[in-house]
């Protein structure tokens, strides 16, 4: 028999109800209905504030932000980095990861913080080591206002052995290229990048190498680059002559803007053919190449195939002879390169400019009577854009590859005088110890617009170069205005076709003035490059 106790006072004994009673009056029905409704309308009042509660929250919270935007937009607003976490790397040493990303510990604002964060998320990403990378930017603790905490989030790569394999032409010279490589990323968990790669030229050239980067060793605060490689070129038609050269170079210093390198080689010339001229036979057989390389690199254009403004500068400089050995070649070498380039507001249209000048000579005992290495004098010539070649003269529209500039006689031999087809054949390039280019070019879309989305546009160029000797007292004849009057030049247009798998101009070229022993022909020319 269940006992209720209702509005019970102090002193009075319970009230007993029999089951079988029925109540007298209809009172606690009455009372027990209505806390059932004064329970519902609480439940419905509580789920009501509850609802505007969220609203309000979320309309605060989008208020907080609107705020905050605004006041990034408007203002500098200070922050301090308490911390910075780095999470998902297994292999990877977190030193590695902490020492590309520690600009962001002095960020003091919100804005510089993103900014370096961006800049982060970008170093990371050129380790190569990495799938993805996610930063995160949270609240600091709360007892420590106007703080945050960075979350460096990295997925390491899945498959650490990559590689690729390609074939190029080279139509200047008539020649084709198979080029192969093999990446091996992050052994040892130090960003360290392995590679090997291997090209062969049917014709020409043929290159073995292998090589090691490390892009922070033991606190050096650039990255350090190792390889060894194994080059033999065949410059029989235009030279007279082969090259083979197996060598070690070290990069000791790259930044943006900054790369020192020191290359040590072994070098051997031979003349298979019998037939190099007195200039080529002088210099065949052994040397040692001993030198190091500095270049000073500035680039802000927009795009490095097809730039519309900006301006680019390189300089090279270039010191061999640091052996003291008899067969180590001695010589200084610089080079400069400029470009500019600015839009002219119609069909996505751009006016290029580019000079570029070296120049090489021998120091030593005796430098005046000494000729400068072949191997490492300028040659001009060869269809490689002039727009995306940066760093020195050497390219010259409508010319063969070693098609123009000083030249020697080479030897007659008579068993071979019936296989000569080229009317120049009887000559070998010598290169030059002066070197200087220029060109200009006129980009722009093409009408359709199934060309405009896929990039292929037009331009015309005009290009003018020439190559002077200035060893073995050649500077005392050396003449401005000869220099001037014997410039070679061309122009033209022509059609690029831009694919991931390469670049293609098609181009027309007419020359405007060649000399008698230059390689120069007016018509169609077909080049193919690596589209980066």
């Known amino acids: 028999m269940p006992v209720s106790v209702e509005g019970q006072r102090k002193g009075e004994p319970p009230i007993v109800e029999e089951e079988e009673e029925e109540p007298s009056n209809g009172d606690e029905d009455e009372d027990e209905g209505d806390e059932i409704e004064e329970e519902e309308e609480e439940e419905e009042e509580e789920e009501e504030e509850e609802a505007v509660t969220s609203e309000s929250r979320a309309r605060l919270e989008r208020q907080k932000m609107e705020n905050l935007f605004h006041r990034i937009s408007t203002e500098r607003v200070p922050l301090r980095v308490h911390d910075v976490l780095i999470k998902g790397n297994t292999k990877t040493k977190d030193w590695l990861i902490e020492a590309e990303v520690e600009?962001?510990?002095?960020?003091?604002?919100?804005?510089?913080?993103?900014?370096?964060?961006?800049?982060?998320?970008?170093?990371?990403?050129?380790?190569?080591?990495?799938?993805?990378?996610?930063?995160?930017?949270?609240?600091?603790?709360?007892?420590?206002?106007?703080?945050?905490?960075?979350?460096?989030?990295?997925?390491?790569?899945?498959?650490?052995?990559?590689?690729?394999?390609?074939?190029?032409?080279?139509?200047?010279?008539?020649?084709?290229?198979?080029?192969?490589?093999?990446?091996?990323?992050?052994?040892?968990?130090?960003?360290?990048?392995?590679?090997?790669?291997?090209?062969?030229?049917?014709?020409?050239?043929?290159?073995?190498?292998?090589?090691?980067?490390?892009?922070?060793?033991?606190?050096?605060?650039?990255?350090?680059?190792?390889?060894?490689?194994?080059?033999?070129?065949?410059?029989?038609?235009?030279?007279?002559?082969?090259?083979?050269?197996?060598?070690?170079?070290?990069?000791?210093?790259?930044?943006?803007?900054?790369?020192?390198a020191y290359n040590l080689s072994w070098r051997t010339l031979t003349d298979p053919s019998q037939m190099a001229s007195r200039s080529i036979r002088r210099q065949l057989g052994h040397g040692l190449l001993s030198s190091l390389k500095y270049t000073f690199k500035i680039d802000n254009r927009n795009s490095p195939l097809r730039p519309t403004r900006g301006y680019a500068f390189v300089s090279t400089s270039q010191i061999g002879g640091l052996v003291p050995?008899?067969?180590?070649?001695?010589?200084?070498?610089?080079?400069f390169d400029f470009r500019y380039a600015f839009p002219l507001g119609?069909?996505?249209?751009?006016?290029?400019?580019?000079?570029?000048?070296?120049?090489?000579?021998?120091?030593?005992?005796?430098?005046?009577?000494?000729?400068?290495?072949?191997?490492?004098?300028?040659?001009?010539?060869?269809?490689?854009?002039?727009?995306?070649?940066?760093?020195?003269?050497?390219?010259?529209?409508?010319?063969?590859?070693?098609?123009?500039?000083?030249?020697?006689?080479?030897?007659?031999?008579?068993?071979?005088?019936?296989?000569?087809?080229?009317?120049?054949?009887?000559?070998?390039?010598?290169?030059?110890?002066?070197?200087l280019t220029a060109f200009a070019d006129l980009s722009f879309d093409l009408p359709l617009r199934v060309f405009q989305e896929a990039g292929i546009h037009g331009h015309c160029f005009a290009c003018a170069g020439n190559l002077a000797k200035l060893t073995e007292n050649a500077y005392r004849d050396f003449s401005f205005q000869n220099f001037r009057e014997s410039v070679r030049s061309s122009a033209g247009f022509g059609i690029i076709v831009p694919t991931k798998l390469f670049r293609m101009e098609v181009n027309y070229c007419y020359i405007l003035k060649q000399l008698e022993h230059d390689h120069g022909k007016t018509g169609v020319q077909f080049s193919f490059s690596s589209p980066l």
Request: charged content about 20%; overall charge neutral; glycine content about 10%.
């Open 346 to 435: 119609f069909y996505h249209a751009a006016l290029n400019f580019g000079v570029s000048c070296g120049v090489i000579f021998p120091w030593g005992s005796g430098f005046l009577n000494t000729p400068s290495s072949i191997p490492d004098r300028f040659f001009l010539g060869g269809n490689s854009s002039p727009v995306c070649t940066l760093g020195g003269p050497t390219t010259l529209l409508g010319f063969k590859s070693r098609g123009l500039g000083p030249t020697g006689l080479r030897r007659q031999v008579r068993e071979n005088s019936n296989d000569e087809s080229s009317d120049n054949s009887g000559r070998d390039f010598l290169g030059g110890d002066l070197a």
């Open 103 to 260: 600009a962001l510990k002095k960020a003091t604002t919100v804005q510089e913080l993103l900014q370096v964060a961006t800049i982060a998320n970008a170093r990371l990403h050129r380790l190569e080591i990495f799938d993805s990378v996610n930063i995160t930017i949270d609240s600091g603790p709360p007892e420590l206002p106007g703080t945050a905490n960075v979350i460096v989030e990295v997925v390491e790569t899945k498959n650490p052995l990559t590689g690729d394999i390609g074939i190029f032409s080279k139509p200047e010279a008539r020649s084709w290229s198979l080029e192969g490589s093999l990446k091996l990323k992050n052994l040892f968990g130090f960003g360290d990048l392995w590679d090997g790669s291997l090209a062969y030229g049917w014709d020409q050239t043929s290159e073995v190498s292998a090589g090691v980067s490390f892009p922070r060793f033991k606190g050096w605060q650039t990255p350090m680059l190792a390889r060894v490689s194994l080059l033999s070129q065949d410059w029989l038609k235009f030279s007279s002559y082969k090259e083979r050269a197996v060598g070690l170079s070290l990069g000791l210093i790259s930044s943006k803007n900054h790369e020192l």
């Open 325 to 335: 050995d008899f067969r180590s070649l001695r010589f200084l070498r610089q080079e």
